[in-house]
């Protein structure tokens, strides 16, 4: 089949944390990046932080997003993001393996998967990320007192999927949404889409005898990942795409209020969004040296302050996590 595909690379990827405050201090001192953004979950009555964090120029692909939700654990298994892999210069592993000693951060060794070497580490929440090296990755970095920019994250990579069958997950990243099957290592597949590499790689880990992971929001799961589409038109043309080929499941676009958004879920169980900016962005309601400075709700939640901060864990973040300045 041929089609013209809309997804161009990553945009987010959501997980559900533990405490807030504890998820601002790993994100912003322990993996370096910016707070970009404190607002709130946009779906439902009860109302829990959605926080945002990205890289020095909060990019597309670059965007990790949590809610801090420790009033329900989820269960970690297949049909889930197993591990979120961040891009750091090549050479860096050895500062990255002694920044998580002082930061006293459970990690493993130095692993290799398709020839790129990577560290394991794990979130207070029981989430796991890598610190995968990428010598073409020129994206710019936040830094911090302890992060320079010659080390820090550059942005996503990409996500390892855990599943218990690759072929239906591996039809539906070639015919649904583009990628391309790019090569297999032991148990994982990788997937790339575009140009390939950081940011656009995809990687499928074949698991089994694994038990299914939760679907809904719960502490120490990952929720979903977010591609990006141009706009709203390329949203409906992977709506197509999707329904011509039987996913009908398909949600309709929901205003995010920064972005716009599309879900679907796909065969292994892992819930895939595509997404767009809304008009302005992160900056619809901050500029680039207020990101993440205060909390801010969406115009239809804006009677329920008062009642919505009463329930919110009072969160700070470093000022290096706000500004340069």
């Avoid at 694994?210 to 992977?238: N, Y």
Wanted: some cysteine.
């Amino acid at each position: 089949m041929s089609y013209k595909y809309p997804a161009t690379g990553y945009h987010h990827i959501t997980a559900c944390a533990g405490g807030a405050q504890q998820d601002v201090d790993f994100f912003t001192s322990v993996v370096g990046q910016r707070l970009v953004k404190q607002t709130v979950l946009m779906d439902g009555s009860f109302p829990h932080y959605h926080l945002y964090y990205a890289n020095a120029n909060a990019e597309p692909g670059s965007v990790m997003t949590t809610f801090p939700y420790d009033r329900i654990l989820g269960r970690p298994g297949s049909g889930q993001i197993q591990a979120t892999a961040f891009s750091v210069p090549k050479g860096t592993l050895s500062f990255w393996q002694q920044h998580f000693k002082r930061h006293k951060v459970e990690h493993g060794p130095v692993e290799e998967r398709f020839g790129q070497g990577f560290i394991r580490y794990k979130h207070p929440a029981g989430l796991y990320f890598e610190m995968l090296e990428d010598k073409d990755d020129s994206r710019e970095p936040w830094s911090t007192d302890e992060i320079s920019v010659k080390e820090g994250v550059r942005g996503f990579h990409g996500a390892v999927l855990s599943v218990r069958d690759v072929n239906e997950q591996e039809r539906f990243l070639i015919e649904a949404l583009g990628f391309r099957k790019t090569g297999t290592d032991g148990k994982y597949h990788r997937f790339e889409i575009g140009s390939g590499g950081a940011n656009k790689t995809l990687t499928l880990v074949h698991e089994p005898d694994r038990a299914p992971g939760s679907w809904t929001f719960g502490a120490g799961t990952v929720h979903h990942l977010a591609l990006w589409v141009a706009d709203d038109d390329a949203m409906l043309a992977q709506k197509a795409i999707y329904e011509e080929l039987g996913y009908t499941d398909c949600s309709e676009i929901k205003d995010r209020y920064y972005f716009h958004s599309m879900y679907v879920r796909s065969p292994g169980g892992i819930l895939v969004e595509c997404c767009c900016n809304a008009n302005g962005g992160f900056q619809r309601d901050e500029t680039p040296d207020q990101l993440g400075s205060q909390l801010h709700l969406p115009p239809w939640f804006e009677n329920r302050r008062d009642e919505i901060l009463a329930t919110l864990e009072p969160i700070k973040a470093p000022a290096i996590a706000l500004s340069r300045a």
